[in-house]
């Protein structure tokens, strides 16, 4: 009766271990791979801290046999006792080290990439360009799409101060440094949507730069791919229309861009496919048309620091504009 | 326990004494400090809209609200920050460049066009001026554009200030804002930047 009540709490705390965003529950090749390393030092670890508690326990329990004259003997025993240990020390840390170097080293396949996407951090959000000079590239932000079982190549940039791109189910985290490129590979093993985070610390907002992974079959991400090639859509609602008139007038154009019109701002995200995304503001809020239009009323609030200003609007023209960046699916 | 190391207790208390008494100092002033709003409470705003300027358009008054808070865009490091981000965010520097001009009038020789007065550069963005700058009426709230205006007017500044806006990123290519950089140019040269404004604004 007492060890089902022991263990009544651990589903609790091993469903942390589980969700979108966690280094156990690996989805991608070298995330499995990381996986596969971390249990392996945490078994082995494990049996030598029992094997020392138990000698420990021995050695505290155990009485002295009263013969302190015979130390030549129990010397020689002790002597043997701490050479085995020793090996065994060199042994295991050795093991280890190898494993964890060649583990890392295969994480880092070279060869020809089926996709490469260019991601450039910002504080705080993440810029992604699609780079495909057949089919045309294209921008997103705080959100990928990938095929299952294909390796792409993440270039990592950095325009303000150092980031780290992690997504803890696919694979090990890399930092963006500004001023230098560096490669990440991923391979999704099943689809799924994973959860990545910034993981340096880079500001105010840090825990508010997040994004999201989604990997789908290879069929369904060409049509993605598609989609997101094309410019904005051209709404027939009266209400997001007038929403597009409030844009251009309020110089929302200045930072954003929205291919298909005469938006072309670079330094915000790119608003083409907004509607289309899980999360707004690097995964602060829900992406709903209430959200939309409290973050744009007033975006300082919810992400204090961040770069976007408050630009006054007024009710109807707020309710045009989400109307809009909602409707650009 | 020898007699050397027991007489050293008092002094170890006093010692603790003092740290933990600075610490709590530190502390003190760590919350003293000016509590942050983040979005201007809509009186306060309407009010901050009624500047009063003269009928030239050059100096005036500023509204009573203003002394009411204790001139916070002049005078605060928060505002000020928060101004030179607006600076950037809606590319000022495209006609002023980093306050030495361009296409639009320099700040950094402290020749106001308009006057020096603050409620002067708060009516110039906010109601543009003729040959160019345009009205950022409907593109900013008002306290935006007083925080914009108290930075802009720190980048002229004639005497020195206690507070800053936050430091640049990228290389600093002029006096910084606390440095009353407009003074240095008057002090400097055989020839003055603006010979007609006389020897010191």
Same mark, same amino acid.
């Given at each position: 009766?007492?060890?089902?009540?022991?263990?009544?709490?651990?589903?609790?705390?091993?469903?942390?271990?589980?969700?979108?965003?966690?280094?156990?529950?690996?989805?991608?090749?070298?995330?499995?791979?990381?996986?596969?390393?971390?249990?392996?030092?945490?078994?082995?670890?494990?049996? !030598?801290? +029992?094997?020392?508690?138990?000698?420990?326990?021995?050695?505290? $329990?155990? @009485?002295?046999?009263?013969? /302190? #004259? =015979?130390?030549?003997?129990?010397?020689?025993?002790?002597?043997?006792?701490?050479?085995?240990?020793?090996?065994?020390? !060199?042994? +295991?840390?050795?093991?280890?080290?190898?494993?964890?170097?060649? $583990?890392? @080293?295969?994480?880092?396949? /070279? #060869? =020809?990439?089926?996709?490469?996407?260019?991601?450039?951090?910002?504080?705080?959000?993440?810029?992604?360009?699609?780079?495909?000079?057949?089919?045309?590239?294209?921008?997103?932000?705080?959100?990928?799409?990938?095929?299952?079982?294909?390796?792409?190549?993440?270039?990592?940039?950095?325009?303000?101060?150092?980031?780290?791109?992690?997504?803890?189910?696919?694979?090990?985290?890399?930092?963006?440094?500004?001023?230098?490129?560096?490669?990440?590979?991923?391979?999704?093993?099943?689809?799924?949507?994973?959860?990545?985070?910034?993981?340096?610390?880079?500001?105010?907002?840090?825990?508010?730069?997040?994004?999201?992974?989604?990997?789908?079959?290879?069929?369904?991400?060409?049509?993605?791919?598609?989609?997101?090639?094309?410019?904005?859509?051209?709404?027939?609602?009266?209400?997001?229309?007038?929403?597009?008139?409030?844009?251009?007038?309020?110089?929302?154009?200045?930072?954003?861009?929205?291919?298909?019109?005469?938006?072309?701002?670079?330094?915000?995200?790119?608003?083409?496919?907004?509607?289309?995304?899980?999360?707004?503001?690097?995964?602060?809020?829900?992406?709903?048309?209430?959200?939309?239009?409290?973050?744009?009323?007033?975006?300082?609030?919810?992400?204090?620091?961040?770069?976007?200003?408050?630009?006054?609007?007024?009710?109807?023209?707020?309710?045009?504009?989400?109307?809009?960046?909602?409707?650009?699916? | 326990?020898?007699?050397?190391?027991?007489?050293?207790?008092?002094?170890?208390?006093?010692?603790?004494?003092?740290?933990?008494?600075?610490?709590?100092?530190?502390?003190?002033?760590?919350?003293?400090?000016?509590?942050?709003?983040?979005?201007?409470?809509?009186?306060?705003?309407?009010?901050?809209?009624?500047?009063?300027?003269?009928?030239?358009?050059?100096?005036?008054?500023?509204?009573?609200?203003?002394?009411?808070?204790?001139?916070?865009?002049?005078?605060?490091?928060?505002?000020?920050?928060?101004?030179?981000?607006?600076?950037?965010?809606?590319?000022?520097?495209?006609?002023?460049?980093?306050?030495?001009?361009?296409?639009?009038?320099?700040?950094?020789?402290?020749?106001?066009?308009?006057?020096?007065?603050?409620?002067?550069?708060?009516?110039?963005?906010?109601?543009?001026?003729?040959?160019?700058?345009?009205?950022?009426?409907?593109?900013?709230?008002?306290?935006?554009?007083?925080?914009?205006?108290?930075?802009?007017?720190?980048?002229?500044?004639?005497?020195?200030?206690?507070?800053?806006?936050?430091?640049?990123?990228?290389?600093?290519?002029?006096?910084?804002?606390?440095?009353?950089?407009?003074?240095?140019?008057?002090?400097?040269?055989?020839?003055?930047?603006?010979?007609?404004?006389?020897?010191?604004?």
């Amino acid at each position: 009766m007492r060890a089902p009540l022991i263990l009544l709490p651990l589903p609790v705390l091993l469903s942390g271990c589980g969700g979108s965003q966690s280094a156990l529950d690996a989805q991608g090749y070298s995330g499995a791979l990381l996986r596969d390393l971390i249990v392996l030092i945490v078994v082995v670890c494990l049996v !030598v801290w +029992i094997g020392v508690m138990i000698m420990l326990a021995w050695s505290l $329990t155990r @009485r002295r046999d009263g013969q /302190a #004259g =015979d130390s030549r003997g129990s010397e020689q025993r002790l002597g043997v006792w701490v050479s085995g240990a020793v090996a065994a020390t !060199v042994l +295991i840390i050795g093991g280890l080290t190898i494993l964890s170097f060649q $583990t890392t @080293r295969s994480l880092d396949r /070279a #060869g =020809d990439p089926d996709l490469t996407i260019r991601v450039r951090a910002q504080q705080w959000w993440w810029q992604f360009v699609y780079e495909d000079a057949d089919a045309g590239s294209f921008q997103t932000a705080n959100e990928i799409h990938i095929p299952v079982g294909k390796e792409v190549r993440v270039r990592l940039e950095s325009t303000d101060v150092i980031h780290s791109f992690w997504v803890p189910s696919l694979g090990g985290k890399q930092d963006l440094v500004p001023g230098r490129e560096n490669l990440l590979t991923l391979r999704a093993e099943r689809p799924g949507v994973y959860r990545g985070q910034c993981a340096e610390f880079c500001g105010l907002q840090h825990s508010h730069m997040a994004f999201f992974v989604i990997a789908e079959e290879e069929e369904s991400y060409r049509q993605w791919a598609a989609t997101q090639r094309q410019p904005g859509a051209q709404t027939g609602e009266a209400e997001a229309s007038a929403g597009k008139a409030v844009f251009m007038a309020r110089r929302c154009a200045a930072c954003h861009t929205i291919r298909g019109t005469g938006a072309t701002g670079t330094t915000g995200p790119d608003l083409t496919h907004v509607g289309s995304r899980r999360t707004i503001a690097a995964g602060l809020m829900d992406n709903t048309r209430g959200s939309l239009a409290a973050w744009i009323a007033d975006p300082q609030t919810l992400k204090p620091g961040n770069n976007m200003p408050l630009v006054p609007l007024t009710g109807d023209e707020l309710r045009q504009l989400s109307a809009y960046m909602e409707s650009l699916k | 326990m020898s007699p050397a190391v027991s007489g050293k207790g008092p002094v170890r208390i006093f010692e603790v004494c003092c740290v933990a008494a600075l610490l709590a100092v530190a502390v003190a002033i760590g919350l003293l400090r000016v509590p942050r709003q983040y979005r201007t409470d809509p009186p306060v705003s309407a009010a901050l809209d009624a500047i009063r300027l003269m009928p030239s358009g050059i100096g005036g008054a500023p509204p009573e609200v203003y002394f009411a808070l204790n001139q916070p865009y002049e005078n605060t490091a928060y505002d000020m920050s928060q101004g030179k981000r607006l600076y950037s965010w809606f590319s000022c520097a495209s006609c002023h460049g980093e306050g030495e001009g361009g296409a639009g009038p320099s700040f950094l020789d402290g020749w106001w066009l308009y006057g020096p007065s603050i409620v002067s550069i708060v009516a110039s963005i906010r109601d543009g001026r003729p040959h160019g700058m345009p009205p950022f009426r409907d593109r900013m709230t008002i306290d935006e554009i007083w925080q914009l205006s108290g930075y802009v007017k720190s980048i002229g500044a004639y005497s020195a200030k206690t507070t800053a806006p936050g430091r640049n990123d990228d290389r600093q290519n002029r006096p910084a804002e606390n440095r009353s950089p407009a003074a240095l140019l008057f002090n400097e040269g055989p020839s003055p930047v603006h010979p007609e404004q006389g020897p010191s604004p």
